[in-house]
């Protein structure tokens, strides 16, 4: 075999690894974060992320609902939940986790279906939705929040909510996605209720957003949208993180001003970059225990 053939042999089973095996390989990460009052028990918060639940993905929807086995004290939504106009298989998917008490929002994705686009943009340039916002959404939005909601979630996209989850009492100040220019970032917003854990949630980790929730006092964050790079360099890392964060942290847990954020690599892809390398789909459990004295 010449070398020409064997680049382009290696090139396909490339290819067809990170189109039919890695987005299969289903991981858990695992995190630990002190940061509860002394004398509390720990707590068990469940971060999932980028679904982007399709058409004949069954697969992706047995992981999810799986993950009550995990038996989590919290699930933390961070959005991105439809691969189209897919509603009975989001609600199907998350069925068993939506008994867990939950907060959660909303991502682009859950506002406006995939359009077809050339999967090499991904690595090339950082996509916006500029020419989406005078568009009407084209996705079931309201009837996705309604369901979450009856099922006693939280919706956070500009608003606030507390919780007391094993004793432990949790605030919570959510923004809209950067993305999209969504976030609400004034004097007043975000802002959290007096409790033990003060916890942000939004999609995308822009900086202007991971600087509100820092001026506002939160100890811990939660964004997806990054897809942990999509494709990853072994040994080098995320070439793009599709916003303003530094490429090295495209996904994990990381220090941030004076807070803790955890960025999830999340479990999907757009169905016009069907692709996942070195970056398995995961969600993380992350155990909030007692803070050093």
Known sequence: MGALAAVGAAGAAGLAYSALVEPRLFRVRRERLALL??????????????????????????????????????????GDNFGGDTLPLVLDAFDPLLDVPGVFVFGSNDVWGPTRKNPARYLTRRTTYAEHREKDPTLPTGELREAFEARGWAYLDNRTSTLTVKGTSLAFAGLGDAHMDADRITDANPAFADADVRIGVTHAPYSRTLEAFDRAGAQLVLAGHTHGGQIRVPFWGAPVTNCDMDRTRARGLFPYRRMRVHVSAGLGYSPYSPVRFACPPEVTLLTLVEADR
């Open 37 to 78: 009052p002394p004398g509390s028990d720990p707590l068990r918060i469940l971060h999932v992320s980028d679904l982007h639940l399709a058409l004949g993905q069954e697969f992706r929807s047995r992981f999810v609902r799986s993950l009550v086995d995990l038996q989590p004290d919290l699930v933390i939504n961070t």
